[in-house]
């Protein structure tokens, strides 16, 4: 009796659950993603029924902002804080995973740490932080599904605007007026190197806070868009330096904005810096850097010589 319970139990369980997984193949449509932002992404319901539970008065915020009204700086930032092969990979860095795989058999945990960019969005967008097994195997087949139904200009979009920032904040623009009082398109190298610095556990670290977590690991990401031309601090320091009032000039802090200098010229600076960003990789000189998530210097800095 025992032998047949045990045997009906082992049936279901490998029929059922490729069943059950299989159903990720098919939903949700992420093909609607290319024209449609979410409302609210899964991550974000965990998060309410987590504050309900707890009892706290959390509201979730959050606003919209397309690729171009964001500093080119937060994009490069964050692509070297959690996945620098971004512009190459198919969504998955098998190098990373295989290192955080070994990490995980040395610690005896089931962990599995070194996801990409697309990964994480697939687990903000329609899991929970949860790190069961299953888990990770519905992660896998949806960030296939998003890497062939989206633009990689599209998935960096949709995950700068879905990422947990702290405590009810997601979304870089959130972030970026919550801790910098600034909107996201303002942003400078410094404070993007910050907010990267804080992904991996948004709600621990604070950008603006004393941890030498955030400190080191902002500063080495600051100094490797240093070395990659992407900020030059001389033109920096000047820049910041306040303005002479010109005699005659208007005191007003008020820019009109010409028409030159809206949409497609923001569209044309950043898909300039993108191709940057793409050519400095191909002269190999991208490095994954998903190990910076566990203390360690990623290939990139090491080659550079950046202090840890």
Known sequence: MIKKVFLILMA??????????????IYPDVKRLKKENPVKTSF???????????????????????LSRIAPFAVKAVIISEDDKFWH?????????????????????????GSTISQQLAKNLYLTPSKNPIRKIKEAILTWRIENALSKKRIIEL???????????????????????????????????????????????????????????????????????????????VMNEPEEVLTGESTSSEVFPSPQDSGEMRDQKLKESTDEAERDQEGGDGRHSASMDRGEPSGEAEKEGVAQ
Do not use: T
């Open 159 to 237: 995950y700068l605007n879905v990422a947990e920032w702290g405590e009810g904040i997601f979304g870089i623009e959130a972030a970026s007026r919550h801790y910098f009082g600034k909107p996201a398109s303002a942003l400078s190298a410094r404070e993007a190197a910050k907010l990267a610095a804080v992904l991996p556990n948004p709600r621990r670290y604070h950008p603006l806070g004393s941890s030498r977590f955030v400190q080191n690991r902002s500063e080495r990401i600051y100094r490797i868009m240093v070395r990659r031309g992407i900020v030059i601090p001389e033109y920096e320091a």
């Open 12 to 25: 279901v369980m490998f029929i059922g659950i490729p069943l059950y997984l299989g159903i990720y193949f």
């Open 44 to 66: 974000m319901e965990y998060r309410e029924d987590e504050w309900r539970r707890q009892g706290k008065p959390v509201k979730i915020r959050q606003e919209w902002v397309r």
């Open 89 to 113: 990979h198919e969504g998955f860095d098998y190098d990373a995973l295989q290192k955080a795989v070994e990490e995980d058999i040395k610690k005896r945990k089931f962990k599995v740490g």
